[in-house]
């Protein structure tokens, strides 16, 4: 019997069209018409994912296999998509909270021209169309066509006011970076496809399993993902891009640059956590590197005055918890708080959309304060974002990032003290960020004070649905400590995502070590309600603040140590090695095929007589080479 | 067996044509419709319809693989006709003669297509010969035209001397003509049984211009009214060179060590002295007959490989070969001034034109997305399977390379410089369409190869 999934070629498809329909009509239809196309594709496709996971529930997974996209020889590449357990998760994810940024930007983007407009959603779903394919391929090369396609949007998207130098600057940034990892990507997949024969999962997890790789390939294969995934996730040393890229319209910020796309990184190395697995140098490669992301970013957060400048290095400071995760084995901990981190992330991009709104486009939270008057619902909802990404309970945050640090409290005890040491500095600034916008006094100009308002129905909707997800999406993972069975994510993920053996540190310890971060976490809240509810606007930040507010300085060092010498080493080539040896070369090249040229052409005398001589002459060569010099 | 009656039946109506009819775009029109017919039946035919069976006791046999080729030959010389028959009003009064002496090439390339007896093949050679002299002396009254067409006659008789004695040295050795009885091996190889091989080898590199035969064809195409050199460097030579496949596949695949070499030896030569010399040209129609060489000398890589491969190889190749060049002629007609110059701007003046005659420089570069890559790709992949000799495909992608030069000089000269003068140029919409659906074809045979080698199995 046909397998009913075998539709599932819908769920892409229909943002793709989408986008095709609000792109070319972008000049003729009316905003609300691209409104309802634009998202009323996305909620087609959240349907349909909808009933595609009630299906992987029952039924288990599914390889749905269309034809061959690429044959060459005896490599085929079908073009195939794969719906199971971790894919249909992630499906929800992103075609859920990509349908409730949709509607919110309907709001939010209302003064764009219809043009404009249409030329917005067009990117926002064909945005979706790629991220919907990256996680459906039954392979890396599909995986790798969805991963520049969301590259690609982002870039279009973050340099969507295009006619501002500064964020054609900061989409430049974003694609480079992103090239960077993206090209580890593509040799690990050459890789691959070398040592397997081909890049569907079955197959290479197969072989994985069989133990056919060499140690080193798979240590170097691994180690190349991975460099891919710090390019597209944002991690040390590509993530300076992900800042840069708040250019863009909030709603991007919140699906593309926090709820979605940097998230790819953590999907690609949990789909391949069966490589992972077989390579320790690696795994503590991704754990540190996660773990000093998140704290690097943390500290810089901390000093930023820019809304949604902290919110973006919260977004690497977490994507760095996820990574810590994947490193420590922990995939379905990683996987968990992906999915939370989507919930209240977009609630607080969305929030922060919302503020920025009713500020007539002000961003620097030093202009703001005591908005919670005026912003109830926005603020509301911002608190609840807050409350949940610094992790208490029962809100969602609490528990991923529980089972974050629980894994790394069971690999290193001194692992343990930083990655809370993190989440401490988490709720640090963001409850700074929440007292100094939303308590005290209005700090903005009068034309501002006047202005400000809440924002309308369809922005303020999606806010108080995220909050709602952000309150209770992590209870689908409520550890056995408090609920026999509760953890039911890991359970349902397990057919792609082992379930980790070892012992725990019993429920004793387990139970310790809630209180402690949660205990810890209630006074460093209290600490910055102390602190900031009474802001006022201070001078220059000094010694280590202003480093902090500088972001380390790690923009101007990248500038230093890789893009003045790379400058330097390109004016060589240009003005030396190009200059005298490829152009020399080529010219040499050149010159002899025309002075040939030249020579061969005093042959064709015109003469008939010595067309003949001549053609004799070679006639007779020949005969001689046939008959006397061969045997 | 359809195709070759209806096109000598063709050649004589056209003769007598022009008695009856005084209108040229009447003749014109019967030329076209007959055309259009010669297609016809051999499609046909390719579908087991045959109207009148002659007993050739078996030294013509029509197989699938001459069927599609020459199919792909009508096709072409239909294409050729709409696009050129108007332009040939202006080399003389005789021109429904000239539409005849087409025809009667037709039927000689019909018969060289299907030889199974050397006499088939020498009759269909002198078939095709004696039209095309005649063909490239019809400008009368210009000197240049004269002399090609002398140079031509006196070479060729030179070269239909090679192959009598190369038949006659073969008769001699196996007492048979029948090219199964030459191929078959029984006792020692007699030394007259090569000699004679090398001969034939010789003539028949003479007519499709294999260097170091190839001196003739740069005097004779540039001599040569222009609209019968693009005929002649299209669908003559493609025509031949089925020919000289089928008489390497048949009569001397079992000698194939003797002859093997040699073949290499004269494709290198070919490519070499065709490409390079091309590159110094300052007339496009002249450094058109030498890309003709060098296009040759990529042909004969298919004799050289010799494998089913290198048959569908041919095949595109010369349906990629023959299209782009028509398509090229077609316009070159159409030009006052034949020089890399007179292109300066055409661009601007014509930018559709401009465009078709990118796409098919393009195919006879070899560049992707064209008939011309696939045709190339195909080509050398046979030779690089085929052949312990790599460095032969490998000489053919350099030349491959060397060729982009001289035919982006073209596209450069039409895109990038200014004109001095302006277009006097006035083409009727139906040339335009004909050569848009053309250049569309060129495209979809380098996107779809197999919409056209598909045909040669079912």
């Known amino acids: 019997m046909e397998n009913v999934l075998q539709i599932v070629w819908l769920i892409p498809f229909l943002p793709l069209l989408g986008f095709l329909v609000n792109g070319l009509g972008r000049k003729y239809m009316p905003k609300a018409m691209v409104s309802i196309v634009g998202c009323g594709v996305i909620l087609a496709s959240f349907l349909m994912s909808i009933w595609v996971f009630i299906h992987v529930r029952e039924g288990g997974g599914y390889v749905a296999d269309y034809f061959n996209f690429i044959v060459v020889d005896k490599l085929k590449i079908p073009f195939a998509l794969q719906v199971d357990e971790l894919s249909s998760l992630f499906l929800m994810i992103i075609t859920g909270v990509g349908f409730l940024i949709h509607v919110y930007s309907t709001a939010y983007m209302h003064e764009e021209k219809p043009e404009h407009f249409g030329r917005y959603f067009a990117y926002l779903n064909l945005f979706v169309f790629s991220m919907l394919l990256l996680v459906m391929g039954a392979n890396y090369v599909i995986m790798f066509i969805g991963w520049e396609g969301v590259g690609l949007c982002s870039y279009l998207l973050i340099g969507y006011w295009f006619k501002n130098v500064a964020f054609n600057k900061a989409a430049n940034k974003a694609f480079v970076m992103n090239r960077i990892g993206d090209l580890a990507f593509l040799i690990a997949i050459f890789w691959i496809i070398a040592k397997v024969g081909n890049a569907n999962y079955a197959d290479v997890i197969a072989f994985a399993k069989a133990g056919k790789f060499g140690a080193s390939d798979i240590t170097v294969i691994t180690l190349l993902l991975f460099v891919g995934a710090t390019g597209k996730s944002a991690q040390i040393p590509l993530y300076t891009w992900l800042p840069d890229a708040m250019a863009g319209p909030t709603p991007v910020s919140a699906l593309i640059h926090a709820a979605t796309m940097v998230t790819a990184g953590i999907y690609m190395i949990a789909r391949s956590n069966a490589l992972y697995s077989l390579s320790d140098l690696t795994m503590h490669v991704v754990t540190y590197v996660g773990l000093a992301t998140a704290i690097l970013a943390a500290t810089i957060a901390v000093q930023q005055n820019d809304i949604k400048k902290v919110l973006a290095y919260s977004t690497v400071s977490q994507l760095g918890y996820m990574f810590m995760a994947l490193g420590l084995g922990a995939y379905s901990a990683a996987v968990f708080h992906v999915m939370t981190h989507a919930f209240f992330k977009a609630l607080l991009f969305l929030g922060s959309g919302s503020v920025i709104h009713a500020m007539s486009g002000e961003q620097d939270i030093r202009n703001m304060g005591g908005l919670g008057k005026k912003l109830k619902i926005t603020s509301f909802t911002f608190l609840m974002g807050c409350i949940a990404i610094a992790g208490i309970p029962p809100f969602s945050g609490f528990f991923s990032k529980d089972a974050i640090l629980l894994s790394a409290f069971e690999e290193n005890k001194a692992l343990y003290a930083v990655a809370l040491l993190g989440a401490l500095l988490t709720a640090f600034y963001m409850f700074r960020l929440f007292f100094i916008t939303f308590t005290g006094k209005f700090r903005g100009t009068e034309d501002q004070a006047h202005h400000v308002h809440e924002s309308p129905l369809s922005m303020t909707l999606p806010l108080i649905i995220l909050a709602v997800l952000a309150l209770a999406g992590g209870w689908v993972g409520i550890p056995e400590v408090f609920m026999k069975g509760g953890d039911k994510l890991s359970a349902f993920l397990s057919p792609v995502i082992p379930v980790k053996e070892g012992e725990s540190p019993g429920h004793s310890t387990e139970l310790a070590l809630m209180a402690i971060s949660t205990i810890a976490v209630l006074a460093v809240i209290a600490f910055s309600w102390f602190r900031f509810r009474g802001y006022q606007r201070k001078g220059e930040a000094q010694g280590l603040a202003k480093v902090l507010e500088n972001k380390w300085y790690v923009d101007e060092l990248y500038e230093k140590i890789i893009v003045k010498p790379l400058q330097q080493f390109g004016s060589f080539l240009n003005d030396v090695f190009e200059r005298s040896v490829v152009d020399g070369l080529v010219n040499g090249v050149g010159r002899a095929v025309s002075y040939s040229s030249r020579q061969l052409r005093l042959l064709q005398s015109g003469q008939v007589g010595s067309y003949v001589l001549l053609m004799v002459l070679s006639m007779l060569l020949i005969f001689v080479l046939q008959f006397f010099l061969r045997k | ?458």
Not at chain 2, 335 to 355: E, H, I, R, V, W
Not at chain 2, 385 to 412: E, H, K, T
């Open chain 2, 1 to 458: 067996m359809n195709a070759l009656l209806l096109s000598a039946l063709m050649g004589v109506v056209m003769m007598f044509s022009g008695i009856v009819l005084k209108s040229k775009a009447a003749i014109r029109n019967i030329a076209i419709a007959g055309m259009l017919a010669l297609l016809l039946v051999n499609i046909l035919e390719m579908n087991g319809t045959v109207f009148l069976v002659i007993d050739s006791k078996g030294m013509i046999g029509f197989d699938r693989f001459a069927l599609l080729f020459n199919s792909i030959i009508f096709f072409s010389t239909f294409l050729y006709l709409t696009l050129s028959a108007r332009d040939m009003e202006k080399v003389g009064v005789n021109y429904a003669e000239y539409l005849a002496l087409i025809f009667f090439i037709l039927c000689g390339i019909a018969l060289v297509s299907s030889f199974r007896s050397l006499i088939i093949l020498f009759l269909g050679i002198e078939i095709i010969s004696i039209p095309l002299y005649i063909l490239t002396g019809s400008d009368k009254l210009n000197l240049k035209s004269n002399e090609a067409s002398l140079k031509y006659f006196l070479l060729g008789s030179f070269s239909t001397g090679l192959m009598l004695m190369g038949i006659a040295l073969i008769y001699g050795a196996k007492g048979t003509f029948y090219t199964s009885g030459i191929n078959m091996v029984n006792g020692a190889i007699s030394p007259l049984l090569i000699a004679g091989m090398l001969l034939l080898m010789f003539s028949m590199a003479f007519k499709v211009s294999v260097a170091p035969f190839h001196f003739w064809t740069p005097d004779v195409y540039d001599g040569a009214p222009t609209v019968f050199t693009s005929f002649m460097a299209t669908i003559v030579k493609a025509g031949v060179f089925i020919a000289f496949i089928r008489l390497f596949d048949e009569g001397f695949a079992s000698q194939q060590p003797k002859w093997k070499l040699i073949i290499a030896i004269l494709t290198a030569a070919t490519l070499l002295i065709g490409n390079i010399t091309a590159v110094f040209q300052q007339s496009v129609k002249r450094m058109l007959a030498y890309s003709s060489i060098a296009q040759a000398g990529f042909m004969l890589l298919s004799v050289y490989a010799m494998s089913p491969d290198s048959k569908e190889g041919l095949i595109l190749y010369a349906a990629a070969y023959c299209m782009a060049t028509i398509g090229i002629f077609a316009v070159l007609i159409k030009m006052s001034d034949y020089t890399f110059d007179g292109f300066n701007g055409f661009a601007k003046q014509q930018p559709l034109l401009a465009a078709v005659t990118t796409i098919f420089l393009l195919s006879l570069a070899g560049i992707p997305l064209t008939a011309g890559f696939m045709a190339k790709f195909y080509m050398i992949k046979a030779a690089m399977y085929n052949s312990g000799l790599l460095w032969l495909p490998i000489l053919a992608l350099v030349m491959a390379a060397v060729s982009v030069s001289y035919y982006f000089r073209v596209i450069q000269a039409m895109y990038f410089r200014e004109s001095s003068t302006p277009s006097t140029l006035t083409v009727t919409p139906a040339f335009r369409y004909t050569l848009v659906a053309l250049a569309a074809l060129v495209v979809l045979l380098g996107i779809f190869p197999n919409l056209l080698l598909a045909w040669l199995y079912f």
